[in-house]
């Protein structure tokens, strides 16, 4: 069974900086490349950044860009969101997806786990 | 970046109706675009992928339609189960971009 846990989330002070992780299991995470999705309280679904199968490239949306980064360990199968200088309206729910390349759906998704930025 | 865009931002429908949403993208992207079904406080589902291929375990009352820049979403018959928000997205490119949701609520 193809499993995506998410953990790191919690409470941060604006401008300070929280690790996300996400746990794959159930599948070959080698085979597939990563997203992380996010959601605020009350919106909608934001994309937040990709990773290659290989971890060699990256791509982050432009409120995030410069700020957070996306990294993977394919020995542990894990996906990882370094996330620097945040900001209150980064508080959202954080979700990691599966991703079989372009063209493809986010097939499956983790439980998502709760960041809040406030002082 | 592409931009998705759905209509309505909401819907009050009656079990039993039938239910069409769109979606559409501001530059072609061919077929790559998903549906996704989100109840409060869960996690995305998949249910349509490649704009009317339908995941694995998702009723045949979901269809999906349309190529280019022009997108819908059907459901044929509304059960209890489906008031939800609904989200479209392309695939085409990253950023892969969301539309805004429907939120589809009872009558």
């Known amino acids: 069974e193809v499993q995506l846990v998410e953990s790191g989330g919690g409470l941060v002070q604006p401008g300070g900086s929280l690790s996300l992780s996400c746990a794959a299991s159930g599948f070959t995470f080698t085979s597939y490349e990563m997203n992380w999705v996010r959601q605020a309280p009350g919106k909608g679904l934001e994309w937040v950044s990709y990773i290659t199968s290989s971890g060699r490239t990256m791509y982050y949306a432009d409120s995030v860009k410069g700020r957070f980064t996306i990294s993977r360990d394919n020995a542990k199968n894990s996906l990882y969101l370094q996330m620097n200088s945040l900001r209150a309206e980064d508080t959202a729910v954080y979700y990691c997806?599966?991703?079989?390349?372009?063209?493809?759906?986010?097939?499956?998704w983790g439980q998502g786990t709760l960041v809040t930025v406030s002082s | 970046d592409i931009q998705m865009t759905q209509s309505p931002s909401s819907l009050s429908a009656s079990v039993g109706d039938r239910v069409t949403i769109t979606c559409r993208a501001s530059q072609s992207i061919s077929s790559y675009l998903n549906w996704y079904q989100q109840k409060p406080g869960k996690a995305p589902k998949l249910l349509i992928y490649a704009a009317s291929s339908l995941q694995s375990g998702v009723p045949s009352r979901f269809s999906g339609s349309g190529s280019g820049t022009d997108f819908t979403l059907t459901i044929s018959s509304l059960q209890p189960e489906d008031f939800a928000t609904f989200y479209c997205q392309q695939s085409y490119t990253a950023p892969y971009t969301f539309g805004q949701g429907t939120k589809l609520e009872i009558k």
């Open positions: 997806a599966r991703f079989a390349g372009r063209g493809r759906p986010f097939d499956y």
